[in-house]
């Protein structure tokens, strides 16, 4: 747990996936990634689904969701999804009662992100309901808009059950580019990944903690040029990272990581070349 002003944050945890290491790490030469990122017997590297839950003084936050239980068994094998709980059950295992969420902020709506804003495939009806009854979700309607009409590049990423029934329940509060939500709570869009993502901000006084989301998946991701081949727009990813990864190092903020397998979060600095990892922040 970690205080940020009238903020207690927590971690939530929704269980690991495997993601192809060439793919993740992009233009980056596997000699270089495989030491810190051991892909297994078919070329995947571990990543987790870390949520984090933002307790205020009168609304408790959820950002994403992991990936839920939609995939069939095959898909499950080929993601080598694993310890992955709803995130009901997460939210439990934290200490939470679920109908305590007020705001879910899905940073974006990628299967593995979005996959438990919606109920359980077990049963029909609940995979059109929210998961979290009491809240409102939210993302940016530029996310929303690009997800119901995809790229053929990321067409793959989406899946119309995890978001349709929040919008047809009227569920979803469609956010405006950049916008403060609770006194100190930011969401910043960015485009680079996908149009629309959004980082959430946590500010109070001198304390930043941002989380990161799909901008720097990872530690190994603190790198500028180490950029997954997911994006959508590369370059401009590199340019968003210069931007935020430039605020983190300049003014001591907390990076948070949702798919890093072991480190939830750290502090970075300026390196000679690049940004480099500082030290690690228990959350
Ligand atoms: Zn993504």
């Known amino acids: 747990m970690l205080n940020i002003g009238p903020y207690k944050l927590h971690t939530v945890t929704a269980g690991h996936l495997g993601l192809d290491g060439g793919a993740m790490l992009g233009i980056v030469p596997r000699p270089l990634w495989e030491k ?25 936050f959820l950002v994403d969701t992991g990936i839920g239980d939609k995939f069939s068994e095959k898909l499950n094998g080929i993601y ?10 997460a939210v439990r295992r934290a200490g939470f009662d679920p109908t305590q969420i007020t705001d879910v ?18 049963s029909e009806d609940s995979k059109r309901t929210a998961m979290f009854p009491n809240a409102r979700y939210l993302v940016q309607r530029r996310q929303f808009e690009w997800a119901r009409e995809p790229s053929v590049k990321d067409a ?6 995890d978001f349709m029934p929040l919008y047809e329940g009227d569920h ?16 910043l869009p960015v485009d680079g990944h996908t149009p629309g993502m959004q980082l ?29 081949a997911y ?11 210069q931007e935020w990864l430039g605020h983190a190092a ?33 959350i």
Not at 231 to 241: F, I, M, S
């Open 156 to 161: 793959g990423s989406f899946r119309p059950d």
């Open 80 to 89: 080598n999804v694993r310890d992955a709980p709803l995130p009901d059950e």
């Open 200 to 228: 959430v901000k946590v500010t109070a006084g001198t304390q930043t903690l941002l989380y990161v989301a799909d901008l720097v998946p990872t530690t190994s991701h603190i790198r500028t040029p180490w950029i997954m």
């Open 36 to 60: 810190t990122n051991p892909p297994d017997d078919r070329n995947r590297i571990d990543l987790a689904m870390r949520l984090l839950l933002i307790e205020g003084p009168d609304r408790t």
């Open 231 to 241: 994006d959508n727009e590369p370059l401009r990813t590199t340019a968003e990272k």
């Open 172 to 187: 979803l509060t469609l956010i405006e580019e950049r916008a403060e939500i609770a006194d100190g709570i930011e969401l």
């Open 105 to 122: 902020i899905l940073t974006h709506l990628h299967f593995d992100h979005a996959g438990g804003a919606t109920g359980s495939s077990s």
């Open 250 to 282: 300049d003014e001591d903020w907390i990076l948070f990581f949702e798919h890093d397998p072991t480190t939830a979060a750290c502090r970075i600095r300026r390196g000679k070349r690049d940004f480099e990892r500082g030290e690690d922040v228990a």
